[in-house]
Nanobody, 123 residues
Framework: QVQLVESGGGSVQAGGSLRLSCAASGRSFSGYALGWFRQVPGKEREFVAAITWNGGRTYYADSAKGRFIVSRDNAKNTGYLQMNSLKPEDTAVYYC????????????????WGQGTQVTVSS
């Protein structure tokens, strides 16, 4: 069992930055790939970014490429999503998730989820 808790959300103006954190506890976090997803009311949860268990590879949705950076510190059992040049369309609840699967782009590929943190970007 892995417990995940996101933090770092908030309100920011367009063009600003936020860094989300995902603190893990329970079973060894270092063996799991970490993903970030987001969801707005009435829409499906969508993939944002992911990082392999050792940080060796990262993956991004087209909407995040060039603006967001996913990282992790296994010694601290924490993952991060640095979000730069934020746009109003980035407004959503952001979730981190952990998986042993290779299906890192898909919601169903993840076994453990955090409770989410709200990000609001105003124009």
């Amino acid at each position: 069992q892995v417990q995940l808790v996101e933090s770092g959300g908030g309100s920011v103006q367009a063009g600003g930055s936020l860094r989300l954190s995902c603190a893990a506890s329970g079973r060894s976090f270092s063996g799991y790939a970490l993903g970030w997803f987001r969801q707005v009311p009435g829409k499906e949860r969508e993939f944002v970014a992911a990082i392999t268990w050792n940080g060796g590879r990262t993956y991004y949705a087209d909407s995040a490429k060039g603006r967001f950076i996913v990282s992790r510190d296994n010694a601290k059992n924490t993952g991060y999503l640095q979000m730069n040049s934020l746009k109003p369309e980035d407004t959503a609840v952001y979730y981190c998730a952990a998986t042993l699967s290779t299906l890192i782009y898909y919601v169903d590929g993840y076994k453990y989820w955090g409770q989410g943190t709200q990000v609001t970007v105003s124009s």
